[in-house]
């Protein structure tokens, strides 16, 4: 079973940045391919934000394109996201998961997600 543990949320003016941090612990991690970082606004579900795969491919939604940068440490199990020129739309809930070739997470447990607040 793996478990993961997202942070590096907080209240950020919009403009500013924020990194996110995602630690994968479990004995199958080393068999996932792509993670991805999903969000989650109040009244929303949840949708893929970025992905990337264990070879470094990645893959962004167009309303962050240009703004986050999705990276992995396979040696770490720790998938990073940072977030540049913040935007009071990009307030969520981000949630990480083993994500299959088209986006959709994997893993039924999520964890808890870190709270990103942008403030205009």
């Known amino acids: 079973q793996v478990q993961l543990v997202e942070s590096g949320g907080g209240l950020v003016q919009a403009g500013g940045s924020l990194r996110l941090s995602c630690a994968a612990s479990?004995?199958?991690?080393?068999?996932?391919?792509?993670m991805g970082w999903y969000r989650q606004a109040p009244g929303k579900q949840r949708d893929l934000v970025a992905q990337?795969?264990?070879?470094?491919?990645?893959n962004y939604v167009d309303s962050v394109k240009g703004r986050f940068t999705i990276s992995r440490d396979n040696a770490k199990n720790t998938v990073y996201l940072q977030m540049n020129s913040l935007k009071p739309e990009d307030t969520a809930v981000y949630y990480c998961?083993?994500?299959?070739?088209?986006?959709?997470?994997?893993?039924?447990?999520w964890g808890q997600g870190t709270q990103v607040t942008v403030s205009s």
């Open positions: 990337i795969t264990r070879g470094g491919i990645t």
């Open positions: 998961n083993a994500a299959t070739d088209s986006g959709a997470p994997i893993f039924r447990s």
């Open positions: 479990g004995s199958i991690f080393f068999r996932i391919n792509a």
